[in-house]
Protein backbone atom coordinates (compact mmCIF):
# COMPACT_ATOMS: atom_id res chain seq x y z
CA UNK A 1 0.00 0.00 0.00
CA UNK A 2 1.82 3.20 -0.89
CA UNK A 3 2.57 5.42 1.97
CA UNK A 4 2.52 9.48 2.09
CA UNK A 5 4.05 12.23 3.73
CA UNK A 6 3.06 15.83 3.17
CA UNK A 7 5.47 19.23 3.83
CA UNK A 8 5.10 22.55 3.28
CA UNK A 9 2.42 24.24 5.02
CA UNK A 10 2.73 26.84 7.23
CA UNK A 11 2.07 30.24 8.43
CA UNK A 12 1.67 33.05 6.11
CA UNK A 13 0.26 36.41 5.70
CA UNK A 14 -3.78 37.06 3.64
CA UNK A 15 -2.52 37.22 0.17
CA UNK A 16 0.51 35.11 0.29
CA UNK A 17 1.80 31.69 -1.03
CA UNK A 18 2.58 28.19 -0.26
CA UNK A 19 3.74 24.94 -2.23
CA UNK A 20 2.62 21.69 -0.50
CA UNK A 21 4.47 18.62 -1.45
CA UNK A 22 3.17 14.50 -0.79
CA UNK A 23 5.62 12.44 -0.67
CA UNK A 24 5.09 8.65 -1.91
CA UNK A 25 6.68 5.60 -1.11
CA UNK A 26 6.67 2.20 -3.28
CA UNK A 27 7.40 2.38 -7.06
CA UNK A 28 4.23 2.49 -8.44
CA UNK A 29 3.50 5.71 -8.18
CA UNK A 30 2.29 6.74 -11.65
CA UNK A 31 -0.12 4.36 -11.60
CA UNK A 32 -2.41 6.14 -8.86
CA UNK A 33 -4.52 9.15 -9.38
CA UNK A 34 -3.51 11.38 -6.31
CA UNK A 35 -5.31 14.06 -4.42
CA UNK A 36 -5.43 17.03 -1.91
CA UNK A 37 -7.95 17.47 0.46
CA UNK A 38 -8.19 19.87 3.61
CA UNK A 39 -9.77 19.82 6.68
CA UNK A 40 -10.70 23.07 8.79
CA UNK A 41 -11.47 22.91 12.56
CA UNK A 42 -14.92 21.72 13.25
CA UNK A 43 -15.55 20.76 9.68
CA UNK A 44 -15.43 17.81 7.30
CA UNK A 45 -12.84 16.93 5.47
CA UNK A 46 -13.27 18.71 1.58
CA UNK A 47 -11.74 17.93 -1.53
CA UNK A 48 -9.38 19.75 -3.09
CA UNK A 49 -7.80 18.76 -6.47
CA UNK A 50 -6.75 16.14 -8.23
CA UNK A 51 -4.78 14.67 -10.88
CA UNK A 52 -4.88 10.84 -12.73
CA UNK A 53 -2.36 9.12 -13.28
CA UNK A 54 -2.84 10.55 -16.82
CA UNK A 55 -2.60 14.24 -16.23
CA UNK A 56 -6.12 14.67 -16.29
CA UNK A 57 -7.09 17.56 -13.06
CA UNK A 58 -10.04 18.42 -11.52
CA UNK A 59 -10.30 21.02 -8.91
CA UNK A 60 -13.31 22.17 -5.83
CA UNK A 61 -14.00 25.61 -7.73
CA UNK A 62 -15.75 26.28 -4.84
CA UNK A 63 -12.95 26.36 -2.21
CA UNK A 64 -9.91 27.03 -4.70
CA UNK A 65 -11.08 28.59 -7.61
CA UNK A 66 -8.17 30.06 -10.11
CA UNK A 67 -6.08 30.22 -7.15
CA UNK A 68 -4.57 26.66 -7.21
CA UNK A 69 -2.43 24.04 -9.23
CA UNK A 70 -2.34 20.35 -8.72
CA UNK A 71 0.76 18.70 -10.31
CA UNK A 72 2.65 15.69 -9.92
CA UNK A 73 6.43 14.25 -10.78
CA UNK A 74 6.58 10.67 -11.06
CA UNK A 75 9.97 10.58 -11.20
CA UNK A 76 10.26 12.11 -7.58
CA UNK A 77 7.27 10.16 -7.10
CA UNK A 78 5.72 14.04 -5.44
CA UNK A 79 2.50 15.63 -6.22
CA UNK A 80 2.15 18.96 -6.06
CA UNK A 81 -0.17 21.80 -4.50
CA UNK A 82 0.82 25.37 -5.47
CA UNK A 83 -1.56 27.90 -3.88
CA UNK A 84 -1.86 31.40 -4.55
CA UNK A 85 -3.45 34.57 -2.83
CA UNK A 86 -4.19 32.59 0.42
CA UNK A 87 -7.03 33.87 2.42
CA UNK A 88 -7.60 33.23 6.10
CA UNK A 89 -10.64 30.94 5.36
CA UNK A 90 -7.97 28.54 3.50
CA UNK A 91 -6.61 28.10 6.75
CA UNK A 92 -6.76 23.66 7.22
CA UNK A 93 -4.92 20.37 7.79
CA UNK A 94 -3.79 19.41 4.06
CA UNK A 95 -4.01 16.10 3.23
CA UNK A 96 -3.11 14.04 0.68
CA UNK A 97 -4.26 10.47 -0.52
CA UNK A 98 -4.59 7.82 -3.86
CA UNK A 99 -6.74 5.55 -5.42
CA UNK A 100 -6.55 3.51 -8.44
CA UNK A 101 -9.01 4.00 -10.71
CA UNK A 102 -12.78 2.99 -9.04
CA UNK A 103 -11.34 2.12 -6.14
CA UNK A 104 -11.55 4.39 -2.78
CA UNK A 105 -9.03 7.02 -1.80
CA UNK A 106 -6.00 5.36 0.66
CA UNK A 107 -2.87 6.24 2.16
CA UNK A 108 -3.67 9.13 4.10
CA UNK A 109 -0.69 10.75 5.50
CA UNK A 110 -0.58 13.19 9.26
CA UNK A 111 -1.54 16.35 6.77
CA UNK A 112 0.42 19.46 7.11
CA UNK A 113 -1.17 22.24 8.42
CA UNK A 114 -1.75 25.89 7.06
CA UNK A 115 -2.91 28.69 8.60
CA UNK A 116 -3.15 31.91 7.16
CA UNK A 117 -3.70 35.42 9.21
CA UNK A 118 -5.33 38.10 8.29
Known amino acids: QVQLVESGGGLVQAGGSLRLSCAASGRTFSLYNMGWFRQAPGKEREFVAS????????YNTDSVKGRSTISRDNAKNTVYLQMNSLKPEDTAVYYC???????????WGQGTQVTVSS
Open 97 to 107: AAKMPSRSWTG
Open 51 to 58: ITRSGEIV
